[in-house]
C-alpha cells in the first residue's frame, strides 16, 4: 500500500462546476497535510494546509480533513479553466510524502 | 527575488559522467530537502537537511551525495550518471522540520541522461 493515494485521473469538470479531489494516507500519526498545485513545467506551490479534523475554507478552495478515517480532500467551487493542473496531496510523518497527484482539466 | 533558486534549469550529460545541481534559499529557513520527480509526476524525497545535518536519507544509490556548505544551500553531486536518473530534480526549504509548515520549492532540474 503507497502512503499517500491519489486517484491520477484525469479529473474532468465543466467551468463553474465544483471539483473534489480525494487523498487517503496510511500513516495514523500523521500530522500536517497539505494540498499542492504543480502546473505543468512548473514547481508545486502551496493551496492549502490542513492539521485539525474539519474543514478550512480559503477563497473558493476548501480542504477536509478525517483523520480517522485516514482521508484528506480539497474541493475547488466555481472551477475556470486556470486550475487546470496537477494537484499533489502531502503528508507529514516526520518527513513530507507526495501521493503521484491527479490532474485536474477544467473545460471552458 | 526568488526565494528557492536552482541551477541550473537544464542539465543534458552524458552517462557516466559527474555533475551537480545547487540550490540556495533566502529565506532563512533551517529545513532543506531534495526531491526528485520521475516521468508519471511522481514526487519522492531524497535528503533532508536541517541547519547543516542531515535528517533524512532515503534509499538513494551513494552515486547521490548531497552537501550543505551553511543553512541557506544544499547542493546535489552525482556521480557516474545513469539513464535511469532522468528526472526533474526539485529543492526545496521549510521553515521547520516538524511539518508544521509548508514547503517551498525552487524551480526545478531537468536531468536528461543521454
Known amino acids: 500500500q503507497k502512503e499517500v493515494e491519489q486517484n491520477s485521473g484525469p479529473l474532468s469538470v465543466p467551468e463553474g462546476a465544483i471539483a473534489s479531489l480525494n487523498c487517503t494516507y496510511s500513516d495514523r500519526v500523521s500530522q500536517s497535510f497539505f494540498w499542492y498545485r504543480q502546473y505543468s513545467g512548473k514547481s508545486p506551490e502551496l493551496i492549502m494546509s490542513?492539521?485539525?479534523?474539519g474543514d478550512k475554507e480559503d477563497g473558493r478552495f476548501t480542504a477536509q480533513l478525517n483523520k480517522a478515517s485516514q482521508y484528506v480532500s480539497l474541493l475547488i467551487r466555481d472551477s475556470q479553466p486556470s486550475d487546470s493542473a496537477t494537484y499533489l496531496c502531502?503528508?507529514?510523518?516526520?518527513?513530507?510524502?507526495f501521493g503521484q497527484g491527479t490532474t485536474l482539466q477544467v473545460k471552458p | 527575488d526568488t526565494a528557492v533558486s536552482q541551477t541550473p534549469k537544464y542539465l543534458v550529460t552524458q552517462m557516466g559522467n559527474d555533475k551537480s545541481i545547487k540550490c540556495e534559499q533566502n529565506l532563512g529557513h533551517d529545513t532543506m530537502y531534495w526531491y526528485k520527480q520521475d516521468s508519471k509526476k511522481f514526487l519522492k524525497i531524497m535528503f533532508s537537511?536541517?541547519?547543516?545535518?542531515?535528517?533524512i536519507n532515503e534509499t538513494v544509490p551513494n552515486r547521490f551525495s548531497p552537501k550543505s556548505p551553511d543553512k541557506a544551500h544544499l547542493n546535489l553531486h552525482i556521480n557516474s550518471l545513469e539513464l535511469g536518473d532522468s528526472a526533474v530534480y526539485f529543492c526545496a526549504s521549510s521553515q521547520d522540520r516538524n511539518g508544521e509548515t509548508e514547503a517551498f520549492f525552487g524551480q526545478g532540474t531537468r536531468l536528461t541522461v543521454v
Open positions: 502531502a503528508v507529514f510523518t516526520g518527513k513530507l510524502i
Open positions: 490542513i492539521y485539525s479534523n
Open positions: 537537511y536541517n541547519n547543516k545535518e542531515l535528517i
